[in-house]
């Protein structure tokens, strides 16, 4: 089997590591990929986001299957146009990627599915936006409907922060056509957890819970980035939670999805907020998240084609997935400055000393070959993660693993894991 793998983050290096390493794949082509992924096979410098380009390259290298990281290509309708030109691909079709796509639909079908999530009002008039802030006064949180590369959320603690966040998205244009619409919602409270899931269009199999870490910063300070960290199973949804979780969240989306003549086929990824009244959907995400993707696939014990292969065809069965019993952690090295402003192109060492342990496996995300040397290309760098027999010892090693590497100005938090550990300890 040919596979094509799209996108060029650290998410994408672990598909097409775990994908390669399969038995019954004899090719793994990444587009556009990073220095990672050119180690699992070949990158084709085509964008993410060029659909026919993604299509002619298929064609052209006679690829059995495809598989996207990111969602903006399954949004802009990758998974329809590879199908309508005989090329299999992984993940859901335009409209059922509309839950990631746009916070307004994904709100929508919430409500007629029946998902506890905020309470919320949607607006495409900044006017009648505006008065209801003021009606209802902080804490709110703002939300650009389309995609905004993870900036289009504003958790607004005063009114005039609120105000200010509806008048970026609306009136300046800050996210573009993404922010017209906008979705203005009750802030809820509690700890995160991510629950993914496996969906042929009518079943679904749940990974085990993960937690990501958002801010820059320890003690989650500090700017908003795509991520810094994850690990799983996430104590916070234990296993013995998992079939309700799936009954509360997941199910009934692909119940509805189906009733809407779009079965959901590929990863729905519920990020949830446990409140004190049980879980909340804040999001969707229509495939796996990055940096969770790293331990989640490293924990993998299954055939990873073979699980995509029968999500695509209606096939899939419990006994398909299956997770090594060890816990696994991520560690983001980010370039000086991200999620700001960055310099590339700083020389990367020690990745080679990381890896001589057995249980660690460095995914890269912003790198690139430059002759031979391997030097960074983006502000998440590396995702450095470690497999142990619990979460306290896959957190000891990725960080002594961490250690041996360094690039120019590497920053990395070090209290990934550390939520997880103190209710494993309460
Ligand atoms: P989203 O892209 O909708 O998941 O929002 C990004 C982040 O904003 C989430 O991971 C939460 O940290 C935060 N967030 C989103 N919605 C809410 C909400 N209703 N209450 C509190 N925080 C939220």
């Not at 220095?35 to 002619?56: F, I, K, M, Y």
């Not at 059922?96 to 079908?109: D, M, N, R, T």
């Not at 009733?259 to 959907?281: C, E, N, Q, S, W």
């Not at 969770?292 to 055939?303: A, G, H, I, M, V």
Request: proline share 6%.
């Amino acid at each position: 089997m040919r596979i094509l793998v799209v996108g060029a983050g650290g998410r994408e290096h672990a598909l097409a590591y775990k994908l390669s390493q399969s038995p019954d794949v004899s090719k793994v082509i990444a587009a556009p990929g990073n220095g990672g992924t050119a180690l699992c096979g070949e990158n084709v410098a085509v964008s993410d986001t060029d659909v026919p380009g993604l299509v002619a390259l298929a064609r052209d290298r006679s690829v059995d299957m495809v598989v996207a990281g990111p969602e903006a290509p399954l949004v802009s309708g990758l998974r329809d146009a590879m199908e309508s030109a005989g090329v299999a691909c992984f993940g859901p079709d335009a409209y059922a990627s509309g839950l990631e796509g746009s916070k307004a639909f994904a709100k929508e079908v919430m409500n007629a599915a029946g998902v506890p999530t905020a309470a919320h009002e949607t607006f495409t008039d900044f006017r009648a936006a505006k008065a209801f802030i003021e009606k209802k006064g902080a804490p709110l949180v703002i939300k650009a409907d389309g995609l905004a590369a993870g900036k289009g959320v504003t958790v607004a603690k005063t009114t005039g922060e609120a105000l200010e966040a509806l008048e970026a998205a609306m009136v300046q244009g800050a996210f573009g056509a993404a922010g017209a619409t906008v979705v203005v919602e009750e802030a809820l409270f509690g700890e995160e957890a991510s629950f993914l899931a496996f969906c042929d269009g009518t079943r679904a199999v749940p990974m085990t819970a993960c937690q990501d870490h958002k801010p820059a910063y320890d003690g989650d300070t500090g700017p908003n980035t795509g991520g810094m960290g994850a690990y799983c199973p996430a104590p916070i949804l234990p296993p013995d939670r998992y079939d309700a979780t799936m009954d509360l969240v997941i199910n009934p989306i692909l119940r509805e999805m189906a009733k809407r003549g779009h079965p959901f086929t590929g990863i729905l990824y519920a990020g949830l907020m446990m409140t004190a009244d049980g879980p909340k959907v804040l999001e969707y995400n229509v495939r796996f998240g990055d940096p969770e993707c790293q331990p989640l696939l490293l924990r993998l014990d299954s055939d990873l084609p073979a699980i995509l292969a029968a999500c695509r065809e209606g096939r899939l069965t419990p006994e398909m997935v299956r997770w090594s019993p060890q816990s696994a952690l991520c560690v983001v090295m980010a370039a000086p400055g991200y999620p700001g402003a960055y310099p590339k192109g700083m020389t990367i060492t020690g990745i080679e000393a990381a890896e001589a342990d057995p249980s660690v496996k460095v995914f890269q995300a912003g790198t690139r070959r430059d002759g031979g040397k391997l030097v960074t290309s983006g502000g998440r760098v590396l995702g450095v993660t470690a497999l142990g027999t619990d979460l306290a010892a896959a957190k000891a090693t990725a960080y002594r693993a961490v250690a041996k590497i360094s690039f120019y100005g590497a920053f990395y938090r070090r209290d990934i894991g550390e939520k997880g550990l103190a209710r494993e300890q309460a």
